[in-house]
């Protein structure tokens, strides 16, 4: 099926390398106009560049974000706010992972603070350009089925002891995907849409910081991972397809709808995840 994303905007974060980068590349060779967040702008200039050199869409722009800062994260959105009219497509790509147990500059564990609750406040602060796009727009948040391997405990989030960076970014990938169900709940009878996904086990450098075991660990996985571009396939699926026009609330794998584990599901805990969100962030969604 031919698809073209001609006229859409699509914001993406992490989008100077890897995953985020060959979603963006697809999406640019479709038409869509893109708006790159990325931490490092010099990074995230030169992969547009390529981009525009390899699709011939000079329809991008790369604007500075941080998630691992709410003031960067405020600024950042109040730009796009100022500066565009309607936005069609959230693409969460961004994640983390740290080797130790470091605090965000608002003094969280900075993969939950990164890869959870920046996301959250990102998503919450842009719904208003989601919700003025003509026609559906959609939130794709990129999570793991790493997932599965950890119980949350919401008033842990912020644990320093005993830290464990597998467990940690498991911790997060699993609030992704009780964020994006509790978001589609909330978003129900609107024209905005909220999907995750679980891209593979990808050949990136995502774990460069790691060493000891850990990286000991991620490398035995090496004879099984996938290019950026397989890794990409379900992120670009859920951004542009029409054959998930108005689906929402559903985790995909390689372009299917899969089930996520148990305690994704638990209503209760996603309720609570959202209430911690909102207290930790100062910001209440407005739906």
Excluded at 78 to 102: C, F, H, P, Q, S
């Amino acid at each position: 099926m031919t698809m073209t994303m001609t006229g859409r905007r699509v914001l993406l974060t992490g989008a100077n390398a890897g995953i985020g980068k060959a979603t963006a590349e697809a999406l640019a060779k479709q038409g869509a106009a893109l708006i790159l967040a990325c931490r490092d702008t010099a990074k995230g200039e030169a992969a547009a560049n390529e981009i525009t050199r390899s699709t011939g869409n000079e329809r991008i722009e790369v604007l500075p974000l941080d998630l691992a800062s709410f003031a960067s994260i405020r600024a950042f959105a109040d730009r796009v706010n100022r500066n565009y009219d309607k936005l069609d497509v959230l693409v969460n790509n961004a994640g983390i992972m740290m080797d130790e147990w470091t605090p965000t500059a608002d003094g969280l564990e900075t993969i939950m603070g990164v890869n959870h609750f920046g996301t959250f406040l990102l998503t919450g602060l842009l719904l208003d350009q989601l919700k003025a796009s003509s026609g559906r727009s959609r939130i794709v948040t990129v999570s793991s089925m790493a997932h599965r391997m950890y119980k949350l405990n919401v008033d842990k989030l912020n644990e320093q002891r005993r830290y464990m960076p597998n467990r940690a970014y498991g911790l997060s990938k699993l609030a992704n995907i009780l964020f994006t169900y509790e978001l589609a709940r909330r978003l129900n009878g609107t024209d905005v849409t909220a999907n995750c996904l679980h891209p593979g086990i990808v050949r990136t450098s995502f774990a460069k910081r790691l060493t000891g075991l850990e990286k000991l660990s991620f490398a035995a996985l090496k004879p099984f991972m996938i290019p950026v571009e397989k890794g990409a396939a379900t992120s670009i699926y859920l951004a542009s397809s029409p054959e998930v026009e108005g689906v929402t609330g559903k985790y995909f794998i390689r372009c299917q709808e899969a089930p996520s584990s148990k305690q994704s599901r638990d209503l209760a805990l996603a309720q609570r995840l959202w209430e911690e969100s909102e207290q930790v962030t100062g910001y209440s969604y407005k739906l």
